[in-house]
Nanobody, 118 residues
């Protein structure tokens, strides 16, 4: 399984960015796709996740500003980020967890940098 992320970049506070991440390889139906972010010197934290049936989960810090969605036909997950704040500056990582072979497996994409200036 490979995850390829797109998007990211630099934006001023209040602006918007969209991240996308396409999964390829052996993708099974029981899975979660999501985005994590890592700030310098801190642990990676969950930003948002979405199940195959569309159930979503968000970090409190992004609720109402970020929207996660997915296209199951394309095995792609999107993160629409609106009203960005300087504290959203981080490296964002795409994540896939899926159940196959009686176990959960986890995969990570390369990080993409989001920089929000004040």
């Amino acid at each position: 399984v490979q995850l390829q992320a797109f998007g990211g970049g630099s934006v001023q506070a209040g602006g918007s960015l969209r991240l996308s991440c396409a999964a390829s390889g052996s993708i099974f139906s029981l899975n979660f796709m999501g985005w994590y972010r890592q700030l310098p010197g801190k642990q990676r934290e969950l930003v948002a996740s979405v199940t195959g049936t569309g159930s979503t989960n968000y970090a409190d810090s992004v609720k109402g500003r970020f929207t996660i969605s997915r296209d199951n036909a394309k095995n792609t997950v999107y993160l629409q980020m609106n009203s960005l704040k300087p504290e959203d500056t981080a490296v964002y990582h795409c994540n896939l967890k899926q159940y196959s072979g009686a176990r959960w497996a986890e995969y990570w994409g390369h990080g993409t940098l989001v920089t929000v200036s004040s």
